[in-house]
């Protein structure tokens, strides 16, 4: 399916081939970024390489020149205050090029391709990964500035892994047709999460530990779910 495997490109090029350097970088010089122009080479890349065909080179410079305009404007704009905003325009806006571009251009043309199964399982798969985890970020900021927490006997960033091992263990549950699994891991993270809840002096932190957990299960039975749909 070509529109899955502009949305892989993007997720890949947008969530997984970016450091924190570039990002800095971007968000100091905007327009005049190296990092920027790089990016945006990168996406065309990855189209191409997804689409494996060169013939397809007009709608890669396309979906590239609209990706540097968006970040660019995003990038202008945002502040401090207003980043969690910018951050869906600029997605939402992303998306909709691709949906344009997909609507619009494609003529029947067919690719060399695996099956469409494994463009469904494979999108699913990527959006529970990093993209996930920036967007949970993103919803529980405004509660993780009212806890204090102390990671010193803690591996670093260890949380984000666990939590997309746990999303993947959730969907592959869900797509495998064994949802009880699903309750069986919630279980089993309430065991180990236990002793931390029970040592927490703080209300909030126990809260806190409570919504990234259930947000996190939501975000995997709900793209498992409708992986399963898409599969029929």
């Known amino acids: ?65 609209t990706h540097y305009l968006i970040d660019g404007i995003k990038l202008t704009f945002q502040t401090e205050i207003t980043r969690q905003v910018w951050f869906w325009i600029d997605q939402a806006a992303h998306f909709g090029v691709l949906i344009a571009v997909w609507v619009i251009f494609w003529n029947g043309f067919t690719t060399p391709e695996l099956s469409e199964e494994f463009w469904i399982l494979l999108t699913g798969i990527l ?42 263990f959730v969907y592959l549950s869900i797509i495998s047709g064994n949802p009880q699994a699903v309750g069986f891991l919630l279980a089993a993270k309430s065991v180990f999460r236990f002793g931390d809840l029970t040592r927490a002096k703080d209300r909030k932190l126990t809260e806190y530990i409570l919504i990234g957990t259930l947000l996190s299960f939501l975000i995997a039975i709900v793209t498992g779910v409708l992986t399963v749909r898409f599969l029929m």
Do not use: C
């Open 127 to 168: 959006i529970l990964t990093h993209p996930t985890s920036i967007v949970m970020q993103m919803l529980m900021q405004r509660w993780s500035e009212q806890i204090e927490t102390d990671n010193s006997g803690s591996l670093e960033g260890a949380g984000k892994y666990i939590g997309i091992l746990e999303r993947l």
């Open 1 to 65: 399916m070509i529109l899955l495997k502009l949305i892989i490109a993007h997720l890949i090029g947008d969530f997984f081939l970016q450091s924190r350097k570039s990002i800095d970088d971007k968000e100091k010089k905007t327009w005049k970024s190296h990092y920027l122009l790089f990016h945006v080479l990168i996406h065309f890349i990855l189209i191409l390489i997804l689409l494996w065909d060169i013939s397809y080179w007009p709608v890669a410079i396309l979906i590239a020149v």
